[in-house]
């Protein structure tokens, strides 16, 4: 049997970090929501015991670090289930981005599993197991837009926020979140973005207040680390972009715009600028119908 299952790219509307906990990692709070930018997961079902994974870019790893393997390996443990499975990623999103492109892989595995050898699990099932595997995965598999508190895994479901063009900019490096949450201050963070405005502006359906009230307070950290982040950003505003804002621990910079024309010229501008850029929309749910 043979099932295909989209992992969307989520971004961060706002990213906030309230304490650094016993367990090493950091509270947060953050409102999330995801983009029509996706990897596909094809899945095989193997009559013996055995993951095999292969992908279409040379950029991620076909083991145990990879965490859509790891996914596989332990929903086999804890349902233990004697069979196989062969995965297949087709990359769409940029690895070590700051867009949960391994987290969604691992996501959509878990999901795409649950139907291959009919687990009958519901969705927080897999988000617990998700939660064990990665911070991200939990609200990758739901992919829905939504607050998530804790380490990432206590979510709060939000309406999708109003459609808009989200233009995407990576830095030809990749970063590692331990590296920049281990060089956070917290004590030292001047602004902390406001989750509740945030969600009162989705529920509001109001695009300027979404605008205005952006925020994560990894991004200066990032930037005093790779100062092309902050170059990526000032020339996003200054092209035309209504919103400007780092996702996750970066380094993509994404811009929110209204107008498809403004959109489409901001990544004409950029494109002199930066290799990588991806001009999507906002999507805010989970669209299994549509492939990109
Ligand atoms: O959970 P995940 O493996 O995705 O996290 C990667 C790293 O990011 C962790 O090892 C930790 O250093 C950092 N992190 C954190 N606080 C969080 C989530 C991640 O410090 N809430």
């Known amino acids: ?10 971004i961060n509307l706002t990213l906030d970090v309230l304490y650094k906990r016993d367990d090493g990692y950091h509270e947060l709070e953050m409102v999330m929501t995801t983009i029509d930018l996706a990897d596909r997961i094809d899945l095989i079902d193997l009559p013996y015991n055995e ?86 995965v939990p609200f990758c598999v739901y ?48 602004v902390h973005p406001s989750t509740e405005a945030m969600a009162a502006a989705i529920r509001s359906n109001d695009f300027e207040a979404i605008c205005n009230h952006l925020g994560n307070v990894l991004e200066p950290v990032t930037m005093s680390m790779y100062p092309e982040v ?23 910079v994404f811009a929110l715009v209204k107008q498809e024309s403004r959109a489409q010229r901001l990544v004409n501008s950029l494109k002199g600028f930066c290799q990588h850029v991806f001009l999507v929309r906002m999507l805010g749910i989970l669209d299994q119908r549509r492939t990109k």
């Open 1 to 10: 049997m043979y099932i295909s299952e989209k992992a969307p790219a989520k």
């Open 143 to 190: 992919s829905h837009t939504a607050i998530a508190k804790g380490r990432g895994e206590i979510l709060i479901p939000l309406p999708p926020p109003p459609p808009c063009w989200v233009v995407l900019a990576k830095p030809v490096h990749g970063v590692s979140t331990a590296d920049i949450f281990g060089q956070l201050r917290v004590d030292e963070i001047r």
């Open 230 to 252: 902050r170059k990526i950003k000032d020339k996003m505003i200054q092209f035309g972009a209504d919103a400007v804002l780092m996702s996750g621990s970066g380094p993509t």
């Open 51 to 136: 993951i095999r994974l292969e992908s279409s870019s040379g950029l991620v790893p076909q083991d145990e670090r990879n965490l859509a393997y790891l996914a596989a390996k332990r929903l086999k443990e804890k349902m233990r289930i004697d069979r196989g499975v062969s995965i297949y990623i087709s990359k769409q999103i940029p690895v070590a981005a700051g867009l949960a492109g391994g987290s969604s892989d691992a996501a959509a595995t878990l999901r795409g599993l649950n139907k291959l050898w009919k687990l009958g699990l519901s969705l927080e099932e897999l988000a617990d197991i998700g939660a064990e595997i990665g911070s991200d």
